[in-house]
């Protein structure tokens, strides 16, 4: 949680946890594509590397996208080129290279005549098998991205009505799919049959609808929530209404735990539950299994404010800010100064010495990575004179990487697959360290785990996956 | 105070009211371009619209300036473009208008013959009179700011050591100045007689020092504090060392008590105060003085935070996250989309509803100005369904602008010469209102008044001025 | 002709008749990346609205495209990220909307798992039923070029060897196209089998070679030209040498007579032709065909300079300068001046007043498409006190549209189709106007019009076409 | 002289021969700021690093100045910014550095509280002793032009009427200046005692008025060339239309020579001749005084155009373009590639092969300065199969630099101060090589050699320079 939305170049662990992207839809509003504008900035934590939109007027669909933040993309383009009253956006974090710009989305391609266009969340897990079948069959892939897939295969399968023909061609893949797709004449949502991303519907009237990764963005664009897309559901809307299908069932469920750990904004609604209540009751949890005599409780900010929040509420022991975060940092990049001691963390976070000076200190994080920025938090800590620094991680040890649309690093640069407990301690230089357990996570919750997938803790993957 | 340093955009009230400069020096060091650029960086809050760096090799005076933040100023810019082991710098927020680069600082000017470069924090109360007089005599002006009247002075007088003849020309100006003065083969530091803005001395060795307008930038460049420059000193850092010459007495002293409101980053300690404490203290008084029942104590992020923080200690009411903040604005600018309706609060702000609904909540900002934005963040906690919204603001009613290098609105335009308390209360739609006193106020600072500059609550001010 | 290679904005009546395409090939050379651009940079003037190369490493395909002139896309490019000894780049003209960069040539693609790239100059006559067939068979087209058919087909058809089973693609289309491919061990260069576009081979030595729209770029690179690529060759360039294989023949040639008259550079040799030569000599001929009394020969700068010296040549009138143009025209855009007379014309060119009062003038340019812009210039001449104007036009009357790789204006919006001589004539404003005879042209050429497209000329379509 | 007005990037040897500034002055229109914009346009080849213009309303000056071009600087201006109707603008050429904004023109300055602007051509000669002493009278510079020294010798004076008091300044100052001078009410002329550089007077009606450094810009705003400014003549244009004062007579004249044979756009009338026509006999006289046995006579592109007319002209030998520019150099930097052979000349100008094969060649230049393009030129031409190249140079051997505001290399690195004739020759590996004599140039001129200042070829410096 934080007091802002989020950051990614202040996020310092989780630069090696990165959220793929977020999607946003509206059905029959008169400003369809300032709306969608609204909405991808509102989710623009989802994804910083790409933005883009397209819209419907009825008879074409006009597609912009560029490289770079929300803002960047539209800076100053004229709404003029963005017509009509409906229209799919899409924010997307990828890897490097050059050629981002092939596989920012939506993508948009003629169907057999027709244009249609498709934003994505997620990721397939065979998605491998499929590329090299379509080609076999004659497919010609242009980018390099899973979502590419879709079409593809909605254009081997044909038909006239392709909304029709999409359940056929979902047959195939596996894995991770929120959806939304835009046709001249309908908007269609979809999530994969497990739900591991989040995906929402919410209203402006009963003919002008909205579909979205988190709730924040309809709080930003006044639209009224509605209800979640379910897991195995196409919803269709066109001028008839909105319909809903459930094109396959699947008795596991696997929402993915992590957006309630850190991804998802804290005043977001995700899978039912109040971000930020969550995070706060993680922390509760926390402090419930991990005591620690302290002076204060203090967070990284801003990831673990809100489960500071709630171990500060649980053990009594006060909520300080101990480390001032500059405000500037993100909008702006700091060049590498030649020859200079290494000031990675330190130009971002400042710890206040006369707070902490010869006081012991818990320290609440969301999540434990790769331990490297940890160890120079708790360096600065100390360097500011604090006289005992216990680290608290408010979510389990993270163990395994993620097939489902998040970038995680390989599992050998997960800390707690190379060190125990202690040994991870003695490397960020703690005076003691405690995760919370996938038990504690879950009671706090109020959930059961089955419904989840924490195979990043657990290792029990929903699907089978290529390691 | 806030988790972060502070962001200019997203600060609502406070974009009329505008702090209006930082300055930076160096002696000394190896990398002195890029320690004033650090300096720079960590007191961007102080001045957003344009930074620069004089450097001295010993013999000549290298200048680069530009608009914008310091990042954007020195992107691209080479280091060895400003050799040399002496700096100083500047960050400077400014009045609009097209020829904003002439008044960007540091200036630099060939006084009889030697260049000299200025960074100048304040703003003098004589100005026009002064510079009426220095055109009468054939002085040519090219900018509109007060600081080049300095160097018109030093001109004029002459002398073959111009920080001897600095003294004189002191004697011609009244008002605010906290200065750094670049030669090429000396770093000065100046605060007026009575102390209106705040300047720091730090120190890396005995041969090398660092002048500032915080602590937090001593802070990032590792520099050790040592202390304040004192009211009406001039401090020469030359190749002999240190030395220190008062150049002026007065009884009154008048250091900004706003500067411990609002201005510094929180974990600055100005005036001898740490930042962050002082307006905890300030929410526990108010918290003592103004009382209210109520089931939580939220923040207006992120100026609001600590006196929150203060509040709810004292109070025993929780303190909670009840308004996220979005933390790409500011990063970015979200053109105006036409025909909406004013998105302004809430394209930055978003209440939590889950958490606020049907709640008595007690909201903490740090000051009230012009009512406007107060209205706007009580309204969309009404339409996230709290039951009772209580502002409580943690400084006196803002009665008079200031004089003194603060951009203030027009007397008329602050809300507090409008209406009284109930007018108030009634226009921004609170359930009840107050503000902390000015008596509050310096009891939470264990401070006496006759030491500060209060004349924004007062109307007190401590020399003659032109209104 | 021009002494300037040619400037499209300049170009007045011609900015309705646009070149499609330059491409370029190099095959193992240290520098490929390099020479390619400064291949594509000496034949800028066939293309300015985008830009690219694609280089082989012998086992990767690396891209790089982008909007804007060959200087603007690869301005701050680091040439480490095209690595490889093979390199093939593209030049384009297209139409304007939104999405260009997905029409950007190169176009790379996998086809069955082979990475692939082409860069094409022309038009298939063919390819709307081509895209339809291929849509039906589930082809899922990105952009609207005519290009990507090459490389669906090609998928289609499918083999282990992409360059053998090329014939069979080409058998499929139809139309205009010069084309260089790349695959990771070969550079493949194919010319159609009328030979619209031109294509040369060049070489650094046995086993280095070069291809190109124009020998323009083979000056700059420093190749030696060897010869054209044939009408119906596929040529193939790979670890072995060059191979050339005939994949069709036609008794029918149509070399693209407008590359004579307008397009190539004059210092290129197109078709065997030396362009400037050809262009003197059409001036020629018309000086025979259409004398006229005058005191002096102008130029239409700088398309008519050829033309102009030979139209003096055999007149014996004397050539002089009587028209400057801005040399800042085209680098720089000249925003529109609200409410102020159309500058057009009058800001690109200035008509030398001392030099034409009182005198008979005979301007020549190269063509004649819409007429706009010569009523202008005839206009400018007469307000600078010439006496008479006689406009010369050193090609035929254009009478209808090119379907080979020309973006040429409607059929409608042709001068000549709307109006007879006199009519034209009484339009433009001139006291005498001339076209050079088609048999003037070919005479001058020396050449058979059998071997020639000169549809725009004569209506004579080589192939069917879609009007 | 030039097809294209010039352009600064491809010419070679003048690379290092670089014009001052051009001035530009409206009164009295409707879009003052706009042709004022335009006048400087059509001047962009005098300056090409800074262009601004100033506008009066009336009340008040209003600046707009950047570095680039002018359509650069004035990219996205709105003209609402810049009111009134009356204007004055500037372009300069200026030495490197990274402060040049400071120096950019026009200055503004309050001088005894009115606002004064200034755009001045040419190079004062006594700069340096006026710069100190007016320091040690307490002026402080902010610049480093000599123009600065204007204001504050106006503002040292005083008086309530600055355009009464200027005669007194211009007592002070030696060298060249054109200039305009604009205040809230008046435009102000100046053209130093002895007319170095030009500026001419036009006009659109009785009460609206144009003064520009060339004709060529009142063309294009279509305003009516009336006269020059007289050499020592101020002109005062305001409400009650233009008056004209001699402030100072000198016998001696000393127009620049170096205008007509280089600098000044070929298109204008410069002390009272048409550029054009003068090169055209400077060719004629070259040809006269310097006869070779050629098979054609091809320029330098663009300035060596007119002369090489003129040569074949006088010489019956045929004109032909044996050298082709590419058009795109200039609009666009061609980053040094690693590793390669120098491609400086090469990249701009592509010899035509099939003309020049086997032929002798005579190739004309406007000048010679430090004889490393000549060069490069002739080896290229010989690259391409010349037989034989003489070099023909249409003005004197330059033998020494320019202090009245051209920019010129030190005297070392003239070619002529170095070398005699033959070495010359033997250097640039021509066959043949002269130059045009002194005598042969003002003869082709039919005018004295006393009234012009031919300094660079005679070192006949018309004032007291400090060497």
Not at 154 to 161: E, P
Not at 422 to 442: H, M, N, P, V
Request: with cysteine; glycine share 10%; charged share 20%.
């Amino acid at each position: 949680m934080s007091l802002n939305s989020r950051n990614l170049n202040v996020d310092h662990d989780k630069s090696s946890w990165k959220e793929e992207c977020g999607v946003f839809g509206v059905w029959n509003h008169p400003q369809a594509a300032e709306m969608t504008y609204l909405g991808l900035y509102a989710m623009q934590h989802r994804g910083q590397e790409s933005a883009g939109i397209v819209t419907s007027d009825g008879e074409k669909l006009h597609l912009h996208k560029g490289l770079g933040l929300v803002s960047d993309v539209f800076d100053s383009y004229k709404w003029n080129d963005l017509p009509g009253k409906s229209a799919i956006g899409h924010v997307r974090y990828s890897t490097t290279g050059q050629n981002l710009l092939i596989n920012a989305q939506p993508l948009k391609a003629d169907v057999r005549g027709k244009p249609i266009a498709l934003a994505h969340n997620g990721n397939l897990v065979n998605s491998l098998e499929l590329r090299e079948n379509l080609q076999k069959q004659g497919s010609l892939f242009q980018g390099t991205s899973d979502s590419e897939i879709f079409l593809h295969l909605l254009s081997r399968i044909g038909g006239d009505n392709w909304s029709q023909t999409l359940p056929q061609a979902l047959e195939w893949v596996q894995g991770a799919y929120s959806m939304a797709w835009m046709g001249v004449d309908r908007l269609v949502a979809i999530r994969d049959p497990m739900g591991f991303r989040p995906l929402v519907i919410g209203r402006f009237s009963d003919s002008s609808w909205v579909v979205a990764s988190e709730t924040c963005a309809l709080d930003l664009v006044g639209a009224q929530y509605v209800r979640e897309v379910e897991p195995g559901e196409i919803v269709t809307i066109d001028s008839r209404g909105l319909t809903s299908t459930q094109f396959k069932k699947s008795s596991k469920k696997a929402a993915c735990v992590f957006e309630l750990i850190y991804f998802s904004r804290p005043d977001s609604q995700t899978f039912g539950h109040h971000v930020y209540e969550a995070r706060k009751k993680f922390g509760e949890s926390l402090a419930l299994e991990s005591p620690v005599d302290a002076d204060m409780v203090i967070p990284v900010p801003d990831s673990g404010v809100a489960a500071a929040l709630g171990y500060a509420k649980q053990s009594g022991i006060p909520f300080e800010w101990g480390i001032v975060k500059n405000g500037y940092v993100g909008r702006t990049f700091i060049q590498p100064l030649q020859g200079m001691r290494d000031l990675g963390v330190q130009i971002k976070l400042n710890p206040q010495k006369a707070l902490l000076k010869g006081k012991r200190i818990v320290v609440i994080d969301d999540s434990l990575v790769r331990g490297t920025t940890s160890k120079k938090i708790i360096q600065i800590l100390r360097d500011a004179g604090a006289q005992e620094v216990h680290l608290r991680i408010a979510s389990p040890a993270t163990v395994s990487p993620c097939y489902y649309g998040v970038d995680t690093p390989e599992k050998s640069e997960l800390i707690a697959t190379q060190m125990d407990l202690e040994g991870i301690r003695k490397y960020i230089g703690a005076d003691s360290l405690a995760y919370l357990t996938l038990k504690g996570l879950f009671k706090g919750l109020g959930e059961n785990e089955e419904t989840f997938c924490a195979a990043c803790f657990n290792e029990k993957y929903p699907t089978r996956v290529n390691t």
